[in-house]
């Protein structure tokens, strides 16, 4: 790993309603990462989103809105890279080069598409089923040293670091004869970054179930463009138990949504659980909901009001995404240069100029 400049990859899909357990699985992390001594780019993967139908019209405001939320939540742009995936075609071009890397059986061993694809597969897109191909893509097109993940992710990351084995071990003659360190590979082994106390945050309706937009019930989860009245509203309802929150964490066993409030709080307000539970330990439910409504209000209210006055003005976004796009290619291009010399394609020259 000491041969590659520490750089951060992630991306969030575009397929709208984002929620508090996008903003604290992933978007706040990645505020938090700008004080990192690293490159860190962050990506609105529209291509990953038609793997499933979108309209148009909608997906064109779904990726505005991320991007909106990445900006209201505190990324800077000048200092991270913020883009969107199909404005920089060396994702699909690496893609398709991984096609060829990758084994089928690697393929059928990934979870998510048999839980996206459900008992209908064979309708399902060729998209859907090779998405973590365009994933890995993603990342080593950067050739990013760390990714944070979800547990949901970590599967897919997995396969990214087996694909940048494989090609280093593949290629290695070759990686050598066009000057790189063979030993050190082309790739580097992508390092996951695990996240913080709700990297997985579960539905305020059912502790056993992850939060999501997809969820019929609105009141599952806290949208990050609700009021704050909104807000308030849907952590008072949210389900609990009958008993007072325990002193320690090893009393939330057993007490899912418990622990989902618990580390919902813990996230907000950037502290363990074990200190959440030395302020609320013996609390009844009542009196830490009131606390967890005065914390997600002041922390969400403001982020979703910046979100809004951002979404209203399309041509800033844009711009924002052009210049991250156009900062994006200009890493990813000699990667993906540098790749087809390795695998042994032919390249045009620079183009020549007319005088």
Known sequence: MTAFKELVFSGVQPTGNLHLGNYLGAIKRFVDMQARDAQCLYCVVDMHAITLWQDPAALKGQIREVTAAFLAAGIDPKRSIVFNQSQVPQHA?????????????????????KDKAGKDRENASIGLYAYPVLMAADILAYRATHVPVGEDQKQHLELTRDIAQKFNNDFSESISAHGHDAGSGFFPITEPLIGGP????????????????????DNSRINLTDEADTIAAKVRKAKT???ALPSEVAGLAGRPEAD???GIFAALKDVSRDEVLRDYGGAQFSAFK???VELAVETLAPLGSEMKRLVSDPVEIDAILADGAERAEAIAAPTLDAVKDIVGFVRRGPRLRMV
């Open 93 to 113: 071009e690496l893609a398709w080069i991984f096609n060829c890397v990758a084994r089928l059986g690697w393929l059928n061993r990934m979870t998510q598409f």
């Open 260 to 262: 989902n409030l618990v």
């Open 290 to 292: 009131s606390a967890l």
């Open 241 to 243: 138990d009958p008993d």
């Open 198 to 217: 709700a990297a997985r945050v579960m539905s305020l309706r059912d502790g056993t179930k992850k939060m999501s937009k997809s969820d019929a019930s």
